[in-house]
């Protein structure tokens, strides 16, 4: 159910719904040791662990003893995270209330009661001094630390509430829910200072800045959304056949970006914010001008729907993967074809640049990821091991790993220099995608969950885990 690595990327401790969570060395894959819990992450010095599960348990991240538990919830717990500090730690659980504990004693400071129903997540500011929650209430609540006093109720949402969390100055929190909204409230005040509404009726995704929380649902969806890069917009891509650029300060739509005949898969910005890229069902992907919201170039070659598309690092080229067994790199200025990548038996579901620009790595249906060299098209080598389709693939951030999403029900591992399988993970269902995003990585499963780890963990092992 969780995976995250110590803060110094020395151990990764994940945790599964066999209620078990299990620590292992980074480097060699071993397992250090198993504990308790179907969720688990490391206090902010990487000393302890702290898991979740009917009872939250506080672990010795060296010895693997267990250091207290602590008790009170009358339900299963949803999430365990530590204050920044560390001192303490913020509980949200199905019997309605977050709970507040001191993470030296164990013991109970404060239960946050006011919610009417679950509470999926609690978490804190970035200064440890207040607390969001999010409920199937159809609420978000925003809490003292030091009191447990219900600050204000973010009220709006007219469906579950399915997380909540803070911008990184902690001036502004961000909603998902059920109805097919992103809201932005001001910290303060609880005032609610945008909407974000105009796809549909259920919200998958969303994305703050430097964070990225999916919603588990799925109708007519809003299919990814993104911050500009200096944060003054967002761009949102949905099965409505459009998509739609937002002031992120107001709420305000700014423009639709219309003129496809079938679902927008994906959307984004330039490095340098001027252009958006899109990805649709109906073969093209389309380059956009930022300001005006203008298509300045489709990009047309595809024989079949194109599943995404991005920009390269510096801005000057754009990949894109298709259903038609390739994929794709293209001028970013002129919207000319430079290469077409063949070599994969069977849809390509996605491509990706190396931090470097230097590579791609694509994921397909035939079994494979594929690395290849940008400047000459040539497929340097191929990812073999998988044995399922592979639906997703990216680059670690150095650029000297890539992780892949599989229908075998693994995430794997690979060094991208020589294609060795380094250590995988393993789901009780199929990987359908995965994010490397911030410090994160999310893993979705054809279960409708997701699996998040912490980018920098993952990245370096031995072995294989139960998630």
């Not at 978000?140 to 990184?168: C, K």
Request: charged share 25%; hydrophobic share 40%.
């Amino acid at each position: 159910m969780s995976a995250s690595f110590s803060p110094d990327g020395a151990r990764i401790v994940t945790a599964s719904d066999d209620e078990t969570a299990r620590l292992w060395d980074a480097r060699t894959g071993r397992e250090i040791m198993a504990l308790r819990g179907r969720s688990a992450s490391f206090s902010p010095d990487g000393a302890r662990i702290v898991t979740a599960s009917r009872t939250v348990r506080l672990w010795d991240a060296t010895t693997g003893q267990e250091v207290i538990a602590l008790r009170g919830h009358e339900r299963e717990v949803n999430s365990a995270s530590f204050s920044p500090d560390g001192a303490r730690i913020v509980t949200a659980s199905k019997d309605g209330t977050a709970r507040l504990w001191d993470a030296t004693t164990g013991q109970e400071i404060i239960a946050l009661r006011g919610h009417e129903n679950w509470v999926f997540s609690a978490s804190f500011s970035p200064d440890g001094a207040r607390i969001v929650t999010a409920s199937r209430d159809s609420t978000a609540r925003l809490w003292d630390a030091a009191t447990g006093q219900e600050i204000i109720a973010l009220r709006g949402h007219d469906l579950w509430v399915q997380s909540a969390s803070f911008s990184p100055d902690g001036a502004r929190i961000v909603t998902a829910s059920d109805d097919g909204t992103a809201r932005l409230w001001e910290t303060t005040t609880g005032q609610e200072i945008i909407v974000l509404r105009g796809h549909g009726r259920v919200m998958l995704s969303h994305s703050f800045n430097e964070d990225g929380v999916p919603a588990l649902r799925q109708d007519v969806v809003v299919l990814s959304a993104s911050f500009s890069p200096d944060g003054a917009r967002i761009v949102t891509a949905s099965s409505d056949d459009t998509a739609r650029l937002w002031d992120a300060r107001t709420g305000q739509e700014i423009i639709a970006l219309r003129g496809y005949e079938d679902w927008v898969l994906s959307a984004s910005f330039s490095p340098d914010g001027v252009r958006i890229v899109t990805a649709s069902e109906d073969g093209r992907a389309s380059l956009w001008d930022a300001t005006t919201g203008q298509e300045i170039v489709a990009l047309r070659g595809h024989e079949d729907w194109v599943f995404s598309a991005s920009f390269s690092p510096d801005g000057a080229r754009i990949v894109t993967a298709s259903e038609d067994g390739t994929a794709r790199l293209w001028d970013a200025r002129t919207g000319q074809e430079i290469i077409a990548l063949r070599g994969h038996e069977d849809w390509v579901f996605s491509a990706c640049f190396s931090p470097d620009g230097a590579r791609i790595v694509t994921a397909s249906g035939d079994r494979t990821a594929r690395l290849w060299d940008v400047a000459s098209g040539q497929e340097i080598i191929a990812l073999r091991g998988h044995e399922g389709g592979v639906y997703d693939a990216s680059f670690s951030p150095d650029g000297a790993r890539i992780v892949t999403a599989s229908g075998d029900h693994t995430a794997r591992l690979w060094d991208a220099t020589t294609g060795h399988e380094i250590t995988r993970i393993i789901l009780d269902a199929s990987v359908t995608g995965l994010s490397v995003y911030g410090g994160a990585i999310a893993l979705g499963d054809a279960l409708g969950r997701v699996h998040v780890l912490e980018a920098e963990e993952f990245l370096g092992a031995e072995g294989s885990a139960s998630d």
